[in-house]
């Protein structure tokens, strides 16, 4: 029997064109705008490092970004660890979920620890 080179090889090549739909395009798209949105970047926005700090950018050198963690306090990053920019919806949101999240109902008692 004589076997088709192109039917041995097939699945192999479907396996390839999956994985790039699936796993290289997506990476490459969010890799594109996480630099677009890094060179985007202007004095007085609210950003948010990986690391989860927020901050506000006083100054752009080169590939480092001069941030004020607090008044007064100025601290240097590459501009690669700015995660996000925040706009002023995120922080309402974030400053809504902190509120609700100790909410106290007032009558004394602690809903969380109660068993019924």
């Known amino acids: 029997m004589g076997n088709?080179?192109?039917?041995?090889?097939?699945p192999l090549i479907l396996l390839v064109v999956v994985f790039y739909f699936l796993?290289?395009?997506?990476?490459r798209k969010r890799?594109?705008?996480?630099?677009?949105?890094?060179?985007?970047l202007t004095?007085?926005?609210?950003?948010?490092?990986?690391?989860?700090?927020?901050?506000t950018v006083v100054a752009l050198q080169d590939d480092d970004v001069v941030l004020e963690v607090a008044p007064g306090v100025e601290t240097r990053w590459v501009k690669a660890a700015i995660g996000r920019v925040i706009?002023?919806?995120?922080?309402?949101?974030?400053?809504?979920e902190t509120v609700t999240e100790g909410t106290?109902?007032?009558?004394g008692d602690d809903t969380s620890t109660k068993q019924s």
Not at 23 to 27: A, C, F, G, S, V
Not at 104 to 107: E, H
């Open 31 to 40: 890799q594109q705008e996480q630099i677009q949105m890094q060179n985007s």
């Open 4 to 10: 088709n080179p192109l039917g041995t090889f097939l």
């Open 87 to 96: 706009t002023p919806a995120d922080e309402v949101t974030e400053t809504e």
């Open 43 to 55: 004095p007085g926005a609210r950003v948010m490092t990986t690391t989860g700090l927020f901050a």
């Open 104 to 107: 106290d109902t007032g009558n």
């Open 23 to 27: 796993l290289i395009r997506p990476q």
